[in-house]
Structure formats: C-alpha cells, structure tokens
C-alpha cells in the first residue's frame, strides 16, 4: 500500500460550471471517504464536452500540485456509454476519470492504469448520468486514504489517446495550431517549449499575426520594437501577446506558422 499523503489534496476539473449543485457533490462524496482532504477547484469552466481543452488544463496545472495529489477529471460526453472509468499513478500524482482521451496528457509509457470495478471504492448505485459523484471522486479519495491502485480493479493496457497536434519544422518554417486565447489577449499554441527553444537556439523572437479569411498565422523573426513577443507563460506553449480582434481564433482552428 503507498503512504497516504500528510495533507491529501483532491483537485477537481470539470465542465459542470458552479449554478448547479453538480460540484458540490462530488466534494461531499470526497470528504465522506477522505474528510481531511483540501479540495481545489482547478476549473469548472471548461466548455461542455471539450475533451481537448479539460487536457490541456490538466498538462498545464498538475505539475505545480504536491506530490501526492489526486485529480479528478470529469469532461465526459460519453457519460453513461460503455466507456471505461480510469485511475491512473503518473508522475507522483493519481489521476482519475473517463477512458475518453481527457487523461492523455499524464498517459506516459511509465504511467500504472486501472478501470474503476470494485465497488467497495465507489458510491452503490452508481448513477449513470452522474458517475463523478458516484465513481471518480470516491475513488479518488480512497487512493488519498491509501489504498492500493490495483484494488480498484484490473490493469488497462490500451487507454483512449487523443490524437494532439504537434508542432512540425519544415524548411525552417515551425508550424503549429492556435489552442485557445485568454482574457488577456495571449494566444496558447501547440508550440511546446522544446519546440520554440530549439528552434529559436537561444536568440530573441518576435512574432506577428497576420490573418486572412481561413487562416490565421504566426511569423517568428528577430525581435524588434514594433512586433508583439513571444513567449512562454505558466502553460508550456509557447504564447503570442496580440490585439483582441487578432486573437479571436477559435479552439483547434486555423493554422499558425513560426519563422
């Protein structure tokens, strides 16, 4: 059995918002198996059944959490489908949620997976449209007690993927996706920071939005006053800081390119 953490921390994600009583379920169903644990609303915002962006939150939020922590992802638009319940031990945290791709950012080679079975770790009856009250965050909070990840039921060898763009250099042209923008006028892009870093060998860029009717891209060159920066915020991708109506690309749209 692995040590429970000193101070168990339960982080939920979820595209339920806050009007309803959805998250506050999920808290008591938590903190009537683990009632020491301090619970973190990471977000409840992502957009309903937006797999891709509840995963890019997760990469970029997780890494900053206590050793130990353990995250319940609800993001499912299969929800009541035949569809695996998954809890993972990746990267000293625990992961929990649907086999639907939304784990995919903590689905290394090294990572240890199980479906959810046993229902001595979940709420009995399990409903079938509310399984993050009833399966995920017990679950959860009975691997923040300590229980063994492998009681939760048998090892999964070929959990749901997504399929994530990544960013390709050809002929000196870096080319990625615009993600999503922020309130603050940032543009996330499928860049990663080992892209831009090995491409840009260390020297300032500058990058500039040019946008058409279908597209939408960067060029990277040397910096200089008149270009808007690009840089990496808390994410890891690399970001481009640009006028609202330039930033206005939707999630998985156009192209970008980098020079």
């Known amino acids: 059995m692995r040590e429970p953490a000193a101070r168990p921390v339960l982080a939920l994600l979820t595209d339920f918002g806050t009007r309803d009583p959805y998250v506050g379920a999920?808290?008591?169903?938590?903190?009537?198996?683990?009632?020491?644990?301090?619970?973190?609303?990471l977000t409840h915002d992502i957009a309903a059944h937006d797999v891709v962006e509840a995963?890019?939150?997760?990469?970029?939020?997780?890494p900053y959490?206590?050793?130990?922590?353990?995250?319940?992802?609800?993001?499912?638009?299969?929800?009541?489908?035949?569809?695996?319940?998954?809890?993972?031990?990746?990267?000293?945290?625990?992961?929990?949620?649907?086999?639907?791709?939304?784990?995919?950012?903590?689905?290394?080679?090294?990572?240890?997976i199980v479906e959810i079975t046993s229902p001595r770790y979940m709420r009995v009856p399990v409903?079938?449209?509310?399984?993050?009250?009833?399966?995920?965050?017990?679950?959860?909070?009975?691997?923040?007690?300590?229980?063994?990840?492998?009681a939760l039921g048998p090892p999964v060898t070929d959990p749901v993927r997504l399929d994530l763009p990544r960013p390709q250099l050809v002929h000196d042209v870096l080319r990625?996706?615009?993600?999503?923008?922020?309130?603050?006028?940032n543009v996330a892009t499928s860049i990663d920071r080992a892209a831009?870093?090995?491409?840009?060998?260390?020297?300032?860029?500058?990058?500039?939005?040019?946008?058409?009717r279908t597209r939408c891209m960067v060029i990277m060159t040397p910096a200089c006053p008149a270009r808007p920066a690009a840089r990496h915020p808390t994410s890891g991708s690399a970001a481009v800081r640009a006028r609202a109506e330039a930033s206005a690309a939707p999630s998985g749209g156009p192209k970008t390119t980098a020079r």
């Open 26 to 41: 999920m808290k008591g169903a938590a903190l009537s198996v683990c009632a020491d644990a301090t619970l973190v609303d």
């Open 176 to 185: 990625g996706v615009l993600i999503a923008g922020d309130r603050f006028g």
């Open 65 to 112: 959490f206590p050793a130990g922590t353990a995250f319940v992802v609800v993001v499912d638009p299969g929800v009541g489908s035949a569809r695996r319940a998954l809890a993972v031990w990746a990267g000293g945290h625990w992961f929990v949620g649907p086999d639907n791709g939304v784990l995919t950012p903590v689905l290394t080679p090294a990572a240890a």
């Open 196 to 212: 831009f870093e090995a491409f840009a060998c260390g020297a300032p860029r500058a990058a500039a939005l040019h946008r058409t």
């Open 55 to 62: 995963a890019r939150h997760l990469a970029a939020a997780a």
């Open 127 to 150: 409903s079938r449209t509310f399984e993050g009250r009833d399966r995920f965050a017990p679950a959860a909070a009975w691997l923040l007690r300590g229980v063994p990840l492998d």
